[in-house]
Nanobody, 124 residues
Framework: QVQLAEPGGGMVQAGGSLRLSCVASGRTFRNYDMGWFRQAPGKDREFVAAISWSDSSTYYADSVKGRFTISRDNAKNTVDLRMNSLKPEDTGVYYC?????????????????WGQGTQVTVSS
C-alpha cells in the first residue's frame, strides 16, 4: 500500500498559476502510472492528467490541455501538477492517485490509493 499526500493548493485569481505536489510514502510508486483528478461541489470526480511509469508519457483532459503539466520524480517519490492560466471552472478538490488496473487513464476505478485531496479555488 502507498500513502499519498497533496500539499499545495490554495486560492488564486483567474489567469494565475499554482503547483500541486503529490508525495508518496510507504511502498514506492515508481512502477505505477499516476494520475490527478478533481471534484467540484455537486459534480463527479473527473480526470485531469496522468503520467506513465515506463516512459513518463502524459495524458490530459481536453479541458486542461495546454494549460496544465504533469511530471514525476521517481527519486523523490513525487508527482507534480503545474497549472497555468487557471479559470474559475478549475475550482475543486484535487486528488492524486495510483493507477493499478490497465485501460484508459481517465477512469477513477482504475486507481486505488488516493490522497486526501487539496482545495484549489480560482476566483474570477
Amino acid at each position: 500500500q502507498v500513502q499519498l499526500a497533496e500539499p499545495g493548493g490554495g486560492m488564486v485569481q483567474a489567469g494565475g498559476s499554482l503547483r500541486l505536489s503529490c508525495v508518496a510514502s510507504g511502498r514506492t510508486f515508481r512502477n505505477y502510472d499516476m494520475g490527478w483528478f478533481r471534484q467540484a461541489p455537486g459534480k463527479d470526480r473527473e480526470f485531469v492528467a496522468a503520467i506513465s511509469w515506463s516512459d513518463s508519457s502524459t495524458y490530459y483532459a481536453d479541458s486542461v490541455k495546454g494549460r496544465f503539466t504533469i511530471s514525476r520524480d521517481n527519486a523523490k517519490n513525487t508527482v507534480d501538477l503545474r497549472m497555468n492560466s487557471l479559470k474559475p471552472e478549475d475550482t475543486g478538490v484535487y486528488y492524486c492517485a495510483r493507477k493499478v488496473y490497465s485501460g484508459d487513464y481517465d477512469g477513477p476505478r482504475r486507481y486505488d490509493s488516493w490522497g486526501q485531496g487539496t482545495q484549489v479555488t480560482v476566483s474570477s
